[in-house]
């Protein structure tokens, strides 16, 4: 098990370097080193109490991956408000391809179908809430969100996406801001989920 962990602290550490270098090459704003290292210590303990408690995961190397990529989105939204396209499109062929080693065809072409429902309607929201509002969720949060149906079931994608969505609202009221990154507060919620088991990955 320690192993395991020090392992994963390692693919952390890797994805910072990944998120700091996508972010010095787009001269975006860089996140500081203790906000990368509570961000590191905080997945690792999720990953680890995974090892820990019976019956969180049954999985622990996919859980393992998806914190990782998790660690990056978190770094790259915090700073610069990016979900670049590049990463969420290596996290969806991710989880394609541990759908497809792992499970069946079938598994692969339900994500499939999930994705674009989950797609299109993000779009036909979009586009009303342009009308309405002026303003949208950004399209990094779309193809994020719509990555997660290689991940998890389209119940647990609502229930976790929807207590993200909750989260960040309630923390803009609290602190008066009208724009926050989204990647945190998902995070936050499906840590809550797959904890107290509510939604686990597939």
Not at 15 to 27: E, K, L, N, P, V
Not at 64 to 89: H, M, Q
Request: charged share 10%; with cysteine.
């Amino acid at each position: 098990m320690t192993g395991s962990i020090a392992l994963f602290m390692v693919a952390g550490v890797l994805m910072t370097r990944q998120a700091s270098q996508f972010i010095g090459d787009h001269q975006g704003n860089r996140a500081g080193k203790s906000l990368s290292v509570a961000i590191i210590l905080l997945a690792t303990a999720a990953f680890t109490l995974a090892l820990v408690v019976p019956g969180i995961t049954g999985r622990p190397g996919v859980l393992a991956v998806f914190l990782c990529w998790g660690i990056l989105f978190t770094l790259t939204d915090i700073s610069n408000f990016w979900l670049p396209w590049r990463f969420t499109l290596s996290f969806t062929v991710s989880g394609g391809l541990i759908l497809l080693l792992s499970r069946d065809n079938t598994a692969v072409i339900n994500g499939i179908i999930t994705w674009c429902v989950i797609f299109l309607l993000f779009r036909v929201a979009e586009i009303i809430s342009v009308k309405i509002c002026g303003t949208s969720v950004g399209k990094g949060d779309v193809y994020f969100i719509s990555a997660l149906s290689f991940w998890m079931h389209w119940q647990a994608i609502c229930l976790v996406s929807g207590m993200g969505f909750l989260l960040l609202f309630c923390h803009a009221l609290m602190i008066n801001k009208k724009v926050l990154p989204y990647a945190p507060y998902f995070y936050v919620a499906f840590l809550l989920c797959q904890v107290t088991g509510v939604a686990v990955l597939i």
